[in-house]
């Protein structure tokens, strides 16, 4: 009988305005694309290539995750929103591994807006510049409804990685 685990990502997002005030608090489960789990598999078991650095991206676009996602495409197909602060991508910074599980909840992601524009979903990536095609695509989530701080609201997200039977 062949049993797999679980694996995958969890984003907690919050939606503050201009002021600092808190208009939403979502979490919500992602899609690992074929190509991380490969990655996974490969780096643990087959000494393949490890990245120690990770990045998150937002989209735009009406886009569902389908599990094949490809940093080569995605960006495009997905509409990648890039009108936040910083000249790149943010660093997600996860702190300790404990129980099967990493999380950056020590360092929450916290998006500045300089559009007015809603979002609909996040990724994780290891290519950090905004709008790029390379590396790998780690983690693809929708929200469940779209995100619009305003310009000078923030999107704050929190992203737990976490393996479960």
């Not at 996602?69 to 991508?89: I, K, L, N, V």
């Not at 809603?118 to 510049?129: A, D, H, K, W």
Request: aromatic content about 12%.
């Amino acid at each position: 009988m062949e049993s797999k685990g679980k694996c995958g990502f969890v984003y907690t997002v919050e939606t503050l305005d201009k002021d600092g005030n808190l208009l939403e608090r979502e979490r919500v489960h992602n899609v690992m694309p074929v190509e991380v789990l490969n990655y996974i598999v490969s780096a643990a078991f087959k000494q393949g290539p490890q990245f120690g650095q990770w990045y998150a991206g937002l989209y735009q676009g009406s886009y569902t995750p389908t599990g094949q996602e490809e940093m080569a495409t995605f960006p495009s197909m997905a509409q990648e929103f890039t009108g936040y602060d910083g000249a790149s991508r943010p660093a997600v910074v996860f702190g300790p591994v404990a129980n099967g599980r990493v999380d950056n909840m020590a360092s929450p992601i916290e998006l500045t807006f300089t559009q007015d524009v809603e979002v609909r979903g996040g990724f994780v990536t290891n290519g950090s510049g905004k709008g790029s095609t390379s590396g790998l695509c780690a983690s693809v989530v929708r929200f469940s409804s779209p995100k619009r701080p305003g310009v000078g609201g923030v999107l704050r997200i929190y992203i737990a990685q976490e393996f479960y039977s």
